[in-house]
């Protein structure tokens, strides 16, 4: 049998940077916020990391096919939360060098120039689950040198608070339409862990407000497997939405 040779779409990386975020978590709640990451959890429980909990966003707990699965009150999911037991993907409207994020207002908060979603549960996921994030369009505007109000905790916000705020706080990686970005610096700074195939280290430091941390020798974004382009292509996403979110290149 010939064996067909496809392209991978930006898009396509940046669902399976999505995904490897839930790798090795075990039995955890995926909270994916946006629909890349949503993509992403559901391939990372359909691949290697079966024992994720997905959610309906209510009181659901569901299976790969939206069926439900079990129920999950209030009540259980806070308990989960607060035990470091769910693995958050949010968004950003400012990140900075160390991860504190802010989705509430640009500007002085007094008097803001611009008011965004508020603070809402950020502070509560960053300082008792893991969070990532997930930034579609990378950029000078998200990526800042310090935000312009802190709604999730960054690593040097958490450490100015002592080890209540530092026992759960994790911020496992960063993934945008560029790059991977992580934290495995000795100060907690941001690092270029990965740029997508196509994307230039270059690119991406012109696209950041503040100098990123690099290794030696930067990969690429790894490639998807023929069974996980398949399952996003025909399964997870066949009506090809992610690439109105991430253009092709």
């Not at 079990?70 to 999911?77: K, S, V």
């Not at 080890?163 to 991977?180: C, E």
């Not at 690119?203 to 950041?208: D, G, K, P, W």
């Not at 503040?210 to 996403?237: G, K, M, Q, S, W």
Request: include cysteine; aromatic fraction near 6%; charge should be neutral.
């Amino acid at each position: 049998m010939s064996r067909t040779i496809t392209t991978t779409t930006r898009a396509e990386y940046c669902v399976i940077a999505c995904a490897d975020a839930w790798r090795d978590n075990g039995e955890v709640l995926a909270s994916p916020m946006g629909l890349i990451p949503s993509i992403g959890a559901r391939l990372a429980k359909h691949t290697f990391a079966p024992d994720l909990l997905l959610t309906d966003g209510e009181a659901t707990l569901v299976g790969l096919d939206g069926t439900p699965e079990g129920w999950l009150p209030y009540r259980r999911h806070l308990t989960m939360v607060t035990g470091g037991r769910r693995h958050v993907m949010m968004g950003a409207s400012q990140l900075d060098r160390f991860g504190n994020q802010n989705i509430s207002c640009i500007g002085d908060w007094q008097q803001p120039a611009r008011q965004l979603l508020g603070v809402r549960g950020a502070p509560v996921n960053t300082l008792n689950n893991p969070v990532s994030y997930w930034v579609p369009k990378h950029s000078r505007r998200v990526f800042v040198e310090k935000v312009d109000m802190i709604s999730g905790v960054g690593y040097d916000s958490a450490a100015a608070a002592g080890p209540s705020a530092t026992r759960y706080h994790r911020i496992p990686r960063v993934v945008s339409d560029l790059a991977v970005l992580d934290f495995e610096t000795l100060d907690r700074a941001m690092r270029l862990a990965s740029v997508h195939p196509g994307v230039t280290a270059e690119e991406v430091e012109a696209a950041t407000g503040f100098p990123l941390a690099r290794p030696d020798e930067l990969p690429y974004t790894r490639e998807p497997t023929a069974t996980e382009l398949r399952l996003i292509r025909t399964v997870l996403d066949p009506d090809g939405l992610r690439d109105r979110e991430v253009p092709p290149a």
